[in-house]
């Protein structure tokens, strides 16, 4: 009669899903320390900044219609993505690839939405704001691999964000 053999305890199975829960905890980290960079938070005060001006540009440029409507709308989602990576990155990082989709949309929006009726500053405006949040969006994307850049500081020594 043979006695069954235990595998090793670096083959159970518990022991693999903690090892991936240290895997996804360093990938988190890394998405943490890109965003405490200099660079890191301009980009996602980019992203917030033109998620608010497309929101009210439909107000600040002088256009109405469904365009200012789709503007708003979309200008706050953008606004809420700027601020929740700037708040929490590492847990958001997930959804960055979503501003350069919605950085698209924004352009072609322009045709979609209205058919181009908002005059030569919605056409700006859109088609600037758009490549804006594109823009940021890839480089926020690609933040994490860049990696370096300077990380703010308090004079205590604490990190600022």
Known sequence: MSTPQNPPMAEHPDFAEVARGHELQEVRMRYER???TVT???IEGVILLAGLYLALSGWIVGFTGPLQTHNLII???IAVLGFGFGAAYGSTHRLAWVCPVLGVWTIVALWAVSGAAGGIGAMLTNILAG???LLAGLALLGAPRMGGGTILRTREG???R
């Open 131 to 133: 490549a804006v949040v």
């Open 158 to 160: 604490h990190r600022t």
């Open 34 to 36: 890109a965003a405490e």
């Open 75 to 77: 200008g706050l989602a």
């Open 40 to 42: 890191g938070q301009v």
